[in-house]
């Protein structure tokens, strides 16, 4: 199986600053007949299940606030929220879905410091 | 509105047995994927098992393959999951989730979930 590691773990950022969340995949998840890479980020906040907010590493999932974006290639992925609002305060996975048996980073904890 | 009601969560002892349904509604369930995915406390996620439109396609993680079988009713707009030989380490919340429009294998839609315990 990929296995998806984030960095860091958690993380305390104030608000109105920015939040980075790292994501490295243990193999390319880019695939080379479409050039995309296949890489998704979710945000799960407390007592809710989690809510899906970016696609194909980069494609922002309707109703998703301009202010998530992704990026990244291959095996080295990145989240970054610009400014902070106390609403972004939750967990945040990774998703490889390359595989059919696809898997999640182990989440980063996002507070406001 | 998509809505996704999980149910059938409870508990059982090590060795048991338990049937999960998710009922779909406000979409054409016939025409998309589904999946189940787990969280066990205080933990991060893991996805289960996903069954194609027709059923055709079923994929399973290693940890369940072989316990646990996926299967759907499209007259009922309904997803199930049979859940045998239960271990302790299969106490998770069970989330059943809907594959997107913009991608297959990315979750866009999430039922609460149904909380399955293991336990003597």
């Known amino acids: 199986d990929i296995v998806m590691t984030q960095s860091p773990d958690s993380l305390a950022v104030s608000l109105g600053e920015r939040a980075t969340i790292n994501c490295k995949s243990s193999?390319?998840?880019?695939?080379?007949?479409?050039?995309?890479?296949?890489l998704a980020w979710y945000q799960q906040k407390p007592g809710q299940p989690p809510k899906l907010l970016i696609y194909w590493a980069s494609t922002r999932e309707s109703g998703v606030p301009d202010r998530f974006s992704g990026s990244g290639s291959g095996t080295d992925f990145t989240l970054t929220i610009n400014s902070l609002q106390a609403e972004d305060v939750a967990v945040y996975y990774c998703?490889?879905?390359?595989?059919?048996?696809?898997?999640f980073g182990q989440g980063t904890k996002l507070e406001i410091k | 509105e998509v809505q996704l009601v999980e149910s059938g969560g409870g508990l059982v002892k090590p060795g048991g047995s338990l049937r999960l349904s998710c009922a779909a509604s406000?979409?054409?369930?016939?025409?998309?994927?589904m999946n189940w995915v787990r969280q066990a406390p205080g933990k991060g996620l893991e996805w289960v098992s996903s069954?194609?439109?027709?059923?055709?396609?079923?994929y399973y993680a290693d940890s369940v393959k072989g316990r646990f079988t996926i299967s759907r009713d499209n007259a009922k707009n309904s997803l199930y999951l049979q859940m045998n030989s239960l271990r302790a380490e299969d106490t998770a919340v069970y989330y059943c989730a809907r594959d997107g429009v913009g991608a297959h294998r990315v979750f866009d839609y999430w039922g609460q979930g149904t909380l399955v315990t293991v336990s003597s």
């Open positions: 193999q390319s998840v880019l695939y080379s007949s479409n050039n995309k890479n296949y």
């Open positions: 406000g979409f054409t369930f016939n025409t998309y994927s």
């Open positions: 069954i194609s439109t027709s059923s055709i396609y079923i």
């Open positions: 998703q490889q879905y390359y595989d059919t048996r696809n898997t």
